[in-house]
């Protein structure tokens, strides 16, 4: 990822200089193109902040009270107005007079007017007068870098006052573009011959040197105006025009840069004379209402007007400073490059922070870019163009912002192409093989011309694999990992697909031929893999359980078993083949059908249904054996799903079973009947000629004892096989029984074995009756068998004690003796039938095995317990439990 961070950053910094370069270049067209003037003009207005000016220039305003006292315009005033002004101006010291009125038409009293004037540069000051005109700009032919400005025709000054002049200046005033005034006339040309603007005028008078010199005090080098041969030097352009500093906004009254007086005080004597002593003093209008001679400025603010004297007396004021602030742009080619400098700059400054940040930087470089140049404009007067520099700072964000959009909305279509896929293999439950055909095709997409190779794990779990290529079958082999000789000599990416912690796959990237992997490449398809991760996995889930459900499937269908699943209802949800081949249906038929219904139904055994119903009612696990449904017996086993409150329930086919014990009974019938009546002749026949026969020897006698005693023993076996067998067959004969009486009965039937071997035998019996509920015949046949083995398995001269106590619930009988006891490792075998232990001594004690089993049978179905401890070679104990009545 590190190496998709680097490429990330080198290809935004690439794109961000192009677009710097492209802005550069489309705002130096735009700035040379002169497009947008007005605004380059306006915005760049914001330097001109007030400053102090030399008090120099004082402004005698022909205001709205001179206009309503002398006449609607100075054009029309009684001539005498002047000449009272120039009379009054003799005695003030004011060092010029300079009238910004144009007075060109000549008047009877001009004489009089004539007269003042030549009193007063006569006066001690020795006043010098400017008087104005102007050129009418039909400007004919432009001659360009000339550093003059060509009028075609000029309003001149009455001829009868000119006379009298010292000098004469033309008070044209060129608005920008804009409207603004920002720039004044220095030299003008009219009818071949130079003459002076209004304030160049003005500042020569002041200087007292004559309008004849002006021609050697002032020079046009090309490219700036040379005061008093070359002094100072007046920034001019090709039309000689320059741009003078504005000290304050428009004046209101008379708070302006400059001292103003109306002319109606000053005539009137209101005015302290001493104000004009060695200063410039200005007439013209201002302070009126109307619109007359008031002009827009860079100063101006919200829509304030200066008077024409106001604009003249700011450059004239620029003119006699000591540090003049004449006014200039940046060099051509040093703001050109300034222009393409900051936006190159500005792009790659821009190129990698987040949007938010972009935006904070381009704040900060347009305060600071603010800041300095107001700092160059106030120490040296040089003035940037703020409109194009700013755009240079603050197109490269836009474009910046605009690029990332641009980069975010191509990856993200990328990845939503990718996430389309992605669809696919999520939507569709795809197989693997599909899945992987799509994801190669992707891969394709994004890395074209490389070889893909997708390992995908055989199963969850798995440690064989399954390897992918486009075009090529799926092979499934132990390793995922690739040969390294393989790809030893090449740059290979290989992106696992980990989800979980579990990895299901990997894809392997090997580049075409000569070619690199891409660092974008790698971003793209790493998360082309962390997405596709856990679909992969789902599809490994998927494919597993869908495996586990297919072995599912074929246990329950193949299964030689019926098999059924049972709502609460004991309906059937899901059953299997067999189940319908067991009740003799279709299994089309049977589904959602009650199963203990159905086979009621066909067993025409109402009971049956209420068992199994019960059962269910009942939630634990039971067995119905033998039951005959149909043609078949089966055995029912119905088991709780306890978390789905489902049943299962299997139903075996147990017919050949049942044919088999039915075999064996009628077997033992033949036992029964045929063998042990011919048994019992034999036996009686032998005894017969025991008693009778005289002839008998010893031997005889001998051999004739044996069959006796072999007869005995099959007998006994035979007895105990039918006992077995009644138990197990037949019904319970239930009935209260008083088992105190019975145990001490058994007891007195074997009392003779007991006296044969001298064994002692000790009953323990509570006085209270203790009563159950049991089959008397089958009860009794077990106490018997317990106790007979106590003596039977007891050495002569053995102990035999009889237990029977009761705690009200059970009932426990118990019978210990001092025998021979029992091997530990035939102890868990001793319930079984036939089964005899062969400890020390009792290997010549007749049995057949059965007996125990025979207990066991008969206690359990009486719903007790049988059990019994033995130590080898000194005594056993067995006992029976069985629920009190
Ligand atoms: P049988 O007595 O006819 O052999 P049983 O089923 O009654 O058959 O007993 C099975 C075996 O258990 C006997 O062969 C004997 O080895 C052992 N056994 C039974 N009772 C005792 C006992 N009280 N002491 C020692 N061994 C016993």
């Known amino acids: 990822m590190n190496r998709g961070g680097a490429v990330w950053r080198s290809s935004r910094l690439l794109y961000m200089l192009l677009a710097g370069a492209v802005i550069a270049l489309a705002l130096l067209l735009i ?186 005090v002032l020079s046009f080098d090309g490219s700036d105006l040379l005061l008093m041969s070359g002094e100072r030097r007046l920034p001019v352009d090709e039309w ?191 197989q693997i093989d599909q899945a992987a055909e799509y994801i190669l095709e992707d891969v394709g997409k994004i890395a074209p011309g490389s070889t893909a190779t997708l390992y995908i794990v055989d199963s969850v779990g798995s440690d064989r694999w399954m390897r992918f290529r486009r075009g090529e079958k799926r092979v499934v082999g132990p390793a995922a990992s690739p040969d390294s000789s393989t790809y030893h000599h090449h740059l290979v990416m290989a992106f696992p697909f980990l989800w979980q912690g579990r990895q299901q796959g990997i894809l392997m990237l090997k580049p075409s031929h000569g070619a690199q992997l891409d660092g974008t490449t790698g971003v793209l398809l790493q998360e082309l893999v962390e997405k596709l991760a856990p679909h992969i996995d789902n599809m490994l889930l998927y494919d597993e359980v869908g495996r586990q459900k297919l072995l599912l499937d074929s246990v329950f269908s193949e299964s030689p078993a019926g098999i059924a699943i049972l709502d609460g209802k004991g309906r059937i949800v899901q059953c299997n083949q067999d189940l319908a081949r067991l009740l003799e249906m279709n299994l089309a038929d049977i589904r959602g059908k009650s199963l203990p219904e159905l086979i009621s139904l066909i067993s025409n055994k109402q009971e049956m249904e209420d068992q199994i119903q019960n059962g269910i009612g009942a939630k634990t696990l039971f067995t119905l054996d033998e039951m005959k449904l149909g043609r078949h017996f089966v055995r029912l086993v119905i088991a709780p799903l306890k978390a789905y409150d489902l049943w299962t329930v299997i139903i075996s086919d147990v017919t050949a079973l049942v044919d088999l014990s039915n075999l064996k009974t009628r077997m033992l019938r033949i036992a029964s009947h045929d063998l042990k009546n011919p048994l019992a002749r034999i036996k009686g026949f032998v005894d017969l000629i025991f008693m009778l026969s005289t002839t008998l020897d010893e031997r005889d006698r001998k051999y004739l004892q044996f069959v006796s005693d072999a007869g005995d023993e099959m007998l006994r076996i035979i007895d105990d096989i039918l006992n077995l067998e009644r138990m197990r067959s037949g019904k319970l004969m239930l009935s209260n029984i008083n088992l105190s009486q019975m145990v001490q009965e058994v007891c007195a039937r074997n009392q003779p074995d007991l006296i044969q071997k001298q064994q002692n035998l000790e009953l323990v019996i509570p006085d209270s009756a203790i009563t159950v509920h049991a089959d008397a015949a089958q009860l009794s046949q077990a106490i018997n068998n317990f106790v007979g083995n106590a003596i039977k398995y007891t050495p002569d001269g053995g102990q035999v004690t009889v237990r029977l106590t009761a705690d009200g619930k059970t009932v426990r009988f118990e019978v210990e003796d001092t025998g021979y006891g029992i091997p530990v490792k035939a102890q868990s075998k001793i319930f079984s039938e036939f089964y005899r232990a062969k400890a020390e001594g009792t290997l010549h004690i007749p049995g057949t095995g059965l007996g125990l089993s025979l207990v066991k049978g008969v206690i359990e179905s009486h719903n007790g317990t049988v059990g019994f401890t033995s130590v080898e070679g000194k005594g056993s104990t067995f006992y029976f439990t069985l629920p009190e009545k």
Do not use: C
């Open 31 to 216: 700035w040379r193109g002169g497009v947008f003037m007005a605004l380059r003009l306006r915005l760049n207005d914001i330097y001109y902040a007030p400053a102090a000016t030399s008090g120099t220039v004082v402004i005698i305003a022909a205001d709205d009270s001179s206009l309503r006292r002398y006449g609607r315009t100075p054009a029309d005033w009684p001539r005498q107005v002047y000449a009272d002004l120039a009379d009054f101006m003799s005695e003030t010291g004011a060092r010029v007079l300079a009238l910004d009125l144009l007075l060109s038409e000549s008047e009877p009293d001009d004489a009089a007017v004539a007269e003042a004037f030549g009193r007063l540069r006569q006066s001690d000051a020795r006043t010098r007068i400017v008087l104005a005109d102007a050129g009418v700009t039909t400007t004919a032919i432009l001659r360009e870098g000339a550093g003059v400005l060509p009028f075609a025709l000029a309003l001149g000054i009455s001829p009868t006052l000119n006379a009298l002049a010292d000098y004469h200046g033309f008070t044209n005033t060129l608005p920008d573009i804009d409207g603004v005034i920002r720039r004044q006339p220095s030299l003008v040309e009219i009818d071949g011959q130079n003459g002076l603007s209004f304030s160049l005028a003005t500042y020569l008078a002041y200087l007292r040197i004559p309008a004849s010199a002006a021609s050697q």
């Open 240 to 430: 000689g025009l320059w741009q003078p500093y504005y000290f304050a906004p428009p004046a209101q009254g008379n708070n302006g840069a400059f001292a103003v007086v109306s002319l109606v005080d000053v005539l009137d004597g209101k005015v302290d004379a001493s104000i004009f002593d060695g200063k410039i003093v200005l007439l013209g209008l201002m302070n009126t209402t109307g619109t007359l001679d008031q002009y827009i400025v860079p100063s101006s603010s919200s829509g304030s007007l200066m008077a024409g004297i106001e604009i003249q007396a700011n450059a004239i004021e620029n003119l006699v400073q000591a540090n003049p602030k004449f006014i200039t742009s940046l060099d051509i080619v040093l703001e050109g490059a300034l222009i393409a400098l900051l936006s190159v700059a500005a792009g790659l400054l821009y190129a990698l922070p987040r949007w938010y940040l972009k935006l904070g930087i381009a704040l900060a470089l347009v305060v600071g870019w603010l800041v300095v140049t107001s700092a160059v404009f106030t120490t040296s007067f040089v003035m940037i163009s703020l409109f194009d520099t700013l755009l240079a700072l603050g197109v490269p964000v836009v474009a910046s912002i605009g690029i990332d959009i641009t980069l975010e909305t191509l990856q993200r279509k990328q990845t939503e192409f990718l996430l389309s896929s992605l669809h696919r293999i999520a939507e569709q439950r795809l």
